[in-house]
């Protein structure tokens, strides 16, 4: 029988957990799914423990040294027999229904491209990691980073293949980002409002190198999302709009200024062509300047009020909020 569903499970030195992982799979309600694992040059012996599964589900790969997860993602997704991509993380845990539930609600929302979970933080965090559920909140999100988690993540192969979408090396770690924006494009996106995975936290999980990278790549590809609607971004604007993006505020007043030309010319256009439902993302740009232009009075003083104030009044922010932003303003 073929397999409805694919788990894409991409392992790199992953001996500690990859047994909880697989266990958490093979024992999922749901039973007509294959389980790819791609094991990416691991040098611990995750590879002994995956093949001493007897598991007729299991196929198992081995990468030519170690290639990454982006290069380990396209090839199970290559590899892949079923309809729909499930992807799975090699320390994550599934809980037993999520299978079961997520490809329930694929087949019952025809529309829909790729939809996510909550998840669950387990090991050096606690707590329910949970994104907006809708497809006008998700696709208003993703201006401004991701908004679904990944291993939580079912895709329908045939958009994928019918618009040859893949994850781009490029992006590195930000991968996923780009692939559901680039799915959001094509397809509608959601969220089931249910914890159905455990998602491992692990200390000191990006350096600093490393989370430079991502904030590079995350910027390049809501710079991106801007540029498609006809916004004009320069090279120049690069640094503006990553320190924006990361929530690095304290702008001079040139640097504000543009800030609010980039973004009022982008609800202008959106406004348009309601490639992003304006009533939502009009009421995030707002909110991000308000924060931009509050926590940049130290450096304009009034002058970050009087821009603000021009561009969108200020009846949205609250009583307390207004009194804290014109004090310091003057203060300065």
């Not at 599964?53 to 790969?61: A, G, L, P, T, V």
């Not at 939809?115 to 993703?142: M, P, Q």
């Not at 770690?173 to 936290?201: C, H, I, M, Q």
């Not at 003083?301 to 009194?323: D, P, T």
């Amino acid at each position: 029988m073929t397999p409805e569903l694919s788990v894409i499970i991409p392992v790199y030195n992953s001996a500690e957990y990859i047994s909880e992982a697989i266990a958490s799979i093979l024992n999922q309600s749901y039973r007509n799914f294959e389980l790819l694992i791609i094991n990416d040059g691991s040098k611990d012996n995750s590879g002994t423990i995956i093949k001493s599964y007897e598991d007729s589900r299991i196929r198992y790969f081995e990468n030519d040294g170690n290639k990454g997860m982006v290069y380990s993602l396209n090839r199970g997704i290559d590899e892949s027999k079923g309809r729909y991509i499930v992807r799975m993380d090699a320390d994550d845990i599934a809980l037993p229904s999520r299978l079961e539930r997520q490809f329930d609600f694929m087949e019952l929302h025809l529309d829909i491209g790729v939809s996510g979970t909550f998840a669950e933080y387990i090991g050096e965090r606690t707590g329910i990691w949970k994104y907006d559920v809708s497809h006008n909140e998700i696709k208003c999100h993703l201006m401004w980073g991701s908004s679904l988690i990944h291993p939580t993540a079912i895709v329908r192969k045939d958009i994928l293949i019918k618009n040859n979408i893949r994850y781009e090396e490029h992006y590195h770690d930000t991968a996923d980002f780009k692939l559901w924006v680039n799915l959001g494009r094509v397809s509608k996106l959601a969220n089931l409002p249910e914890v159905l995975l455990k998602y491992r936290v692990h200390k000191d999980q990006a350096t600093i190198a490393r989370k430079k990278l991502m904030d590079e790549n995350k910027t390049e590809i809501i710079i991106g999302q801007l540029s498609i609607t006809g916004v004009n971004i320069s090279e120049s604007d690069f640094a503006i709009l990553r320190r924006f993006i990361t929530f690095e505020y304290g702008f001079s007043i040139s640097e504000l200024k543009r800030l609010f030309e980039i973004y009022t010319d982008f609800i202008s256009k959106n406004n348009f062509t309601k490639e992003y439902s304006p009533h939502i993302i009009n009421l995030q740009i707002s909110r991000r300047l308000f924060e931009a232009s509050y926590f940049s009075t130290q450096q304009c003083g009034i002058n970050a009020v009087r821009l603000f104030k021009k561009h969108f009044g200020l009846n949205n922010i609250s009583f307390v909020e207004k009194l804290k932003f014109y004090y310091k303003g003057i203060k300065k």
